[in-house]
């Protein structure tokens, strides 16, 4: 807006301006100064509706970033363009793998509409849970959810967050199989990995592609420790260098795992809704103690928790290791190449 006035005052100068106008030409009317009024306000206006565009740009940039990556991963990207430079760091971070047991069968039994609108709620639901704790998905191939967290955003907790969503996707994934099993449709378990230590992260790639990902043996760890659950029964397993991280740590202990490759074994826990105290979990964990003790008793301790609490796969499968002849909390897991 430009005022043309014969009131060429400072007083309505002034009020013109604070009411928005962009610039003022008092009368008599020089033509020259006029045609060149106009063309810096048209300038402005192009401008400033040029920095629109740009901002409606970036924001459908954002938005569709968003729908690849994770939202605070997406959200940092375009905040810090510095970080798309090629580059890494090494950082303490909790990384998280899921698998949907008996997924392959299933895929190829059903119709091909009916899988992707399964996989697409299903993994719609996982990954909502993960940018709900703070995590980032890092990739989902198939059924599988591999998330991590403490990057791109540091989270001094990301050892809590990254157990905090494992139980909530474990009620998650139980409540979408039973609503699915009763369609009719045999959707089985996902079962979880969890483990903490350090990795470098950043972009790695070249100059046509990148992807911002992490290295290190923590991640293998969190991998070897999902499949874990097929062997012991369980639906979550957790790293002790996870469980060290947090403070007041709700689980039992699975015991120590080993696995083809490494030098020592993996401790290994159970997470538990709560603080971990139900009747359940102290029964198991006084015949745990029996067994790491090397006790023959922890025959007699775990028969006697399943007559209690028959459900419980992980005190069955002890059970069931001790009448095989085996002692002690080691477990020798089977080579996941064979």
Do not use: W
Not at 194 to 207: D, L, R
Not at 291 to 306: K, P, R, T, Y
Not at 311 to 331: P, Y
């Amino acid at each position: 807006m430009v005022i043309v006035s014969a009131y060429g005052d400072m007083k309505n100068i002034r009020t013109a301006m604070n009411r928005g106008a962009f610039d003022f030409v008092t009368k008599p009317i020089d033509f020259d100064d006029l045609a060149l009024t106009l063309a810096r306000t048209l300038a402005d206006l192009e401008a400033l509706r040029e920095a629109r565009r740009q901002r409606a740009e970036a924001e459908r940039a954002r938005g569709n970033l968003a729908r690849y990556f994770s939202p605070n991963l997406a959200s940092h990207l375009a905040d810090h363009p510095d970080v798309l430079e090629l580059g890494g760091e090494r950082r303490d971070l909790s990384f998280l793998f899921t698998d949907l047991a008996d997924f392959t069968p299933l895929a190829e039994a059903l119709d091909a509409q009916v899988i992707v609108q399964l996989m697409n709620a299903y993994i719609g639901g996982l990954s909502a849970i993960v940018f709900e704790h703070g995590g980032t998905v890092h990739t989902v191939v198939g059924d599988a959810v591999y998330a991590m967290f403490g990057a791109p955003l540091a989270q001094p907790d990301h050892a809590a967050r990254a157990v905090a969503c494992a139980l909530a996707i474990d009620a998650f994934a139980q409540a979408f199989a039973a609503e699915k099993n009763a369609q009719g449709i045999a959707v089985g378990a996902t079962r979880i990995g969890v483990n903490s230590g350090p990795a470098i992260v950043g972009n790695f790639g070249g100059e046509m592609f990148f992807h911002y990902t992490a290295y290190g043996d923590a991640i293998n760890t969190a991998a070897r420790l999902e499949r874990a659950n097929k062997t012991l029964g369980t639906r979550i397993c957790v790293g002790g260098d996870t469980a060290g991280r947090i403070p007041g740590f709700a689980g039992r202990p699975i015991g120590t795992l080993i696995v083809k490759g490494k030098d020592h074994g993996i401790d290994t826990y159970e997470p538990l809704n709560g603080d971990g105290r139900s009747r359940c979990a102290s029964s198991y964990r006084r015949a745990f103690e029996r067994l790491a003790a090397g006790d023959a008793a922890a025959v007699q301790a775990f028969a006697a928790h399943l007559g209690r609490y028959g459900s419980d796969a992980l005190a069955s499968f002890h059970l069931k290791r001790l009448l095989a002849g085996e002692t002690g909390a080691c477990i020798a897991l089977p080579d996941p190449a064979g």
